[in-house]
């Protein structure tokens, strides 16, 4: 079967893991997505385990101790497989179950949670890989339809206001509080779902990085329906 690419060319389609984690992002393709159809019944895992804060970490001995239906039992096998491939992959897969995460309350103009688009950053060439098995699915945004928030001059200037350093530091400043990771979709601007059951693999910004990195966001929280995610 033929890969496909999104329309804006953003987005590369492959249908196996091996291809996720081997074809390499170019020119404008800085996602690379693992389109599938998954049985089972993910939100059979998600009522089975309690939370009692925002977010739950699920671990594969979690899973095993549920006893589930028929079709839990398939979601079961998938997330267990799905985190077994990635581990062999090199990489330390968190399965999560999310009421909702916490939201950044300090700069009420400046929010620096993951409800915000923002990009990953690493000192070493790594990429974001996530699943949503249930709930609201990630989006990510076409870099051309966002605009890096340090560099909107309202926003800027309310930087500054709480800036109390020298001048020459201010941009040390704004990395070193992760200001510089965020943006502002633009107000035609047309974010992309992941979509759910699909593995995503998503550039970040790092020294080696060939391409921009992947805007991406947390969704917000479908009537306070939990999210069921992996992320790594």
Partial sequence: MPYTTHPNHQIQYVHNFQDLVAIPFQGDTNAICW?????GD???????IEIDDNMVEVHPDDLLELVLSDQGQL??????NDMKLLEAHGASPSLNIIHHYERDDSYPFFPTDVYSFHVDRAPIATDTILC??????????????????????????????IYDGADED???????????????????????????????RLAI??????????????????NGQKRLLLIC
């Fill in 132 to 161: 949503t098995y249930f709930g609201a699915c990630s989006e990510i945004l076409p870099n051309a339809q966002g605009k890096q928030k340090i560099l909107i001059p309202e926003i800027r200037d309310e930087l500054k206001k």
């Fill in 75 to 80: 979601a079961r096998d998938i997330l267990l």
């Fill in 205 to 222: 910004d790092h020294p080696e990085s060939k391409v921009l990195p992947c805007l991406h966001r947390a969704p917000k929280e479908m």
């Fill in 42 to 48: 993910f939100g059979e895992i998600v009522n089975s």
């Fill in 35 to 39: 389109s599938r159809e998954l049985m």
């Fill in 170 to 200: 201010f941009e040390s400043f704004l990395i070193e509080n992760f200001f510089d990771l965020h943006y502002q979709a633009n107000p035609d601007a047309q974010p992309i779902k992941l979509g759910l059951g699909h593995i995503g």
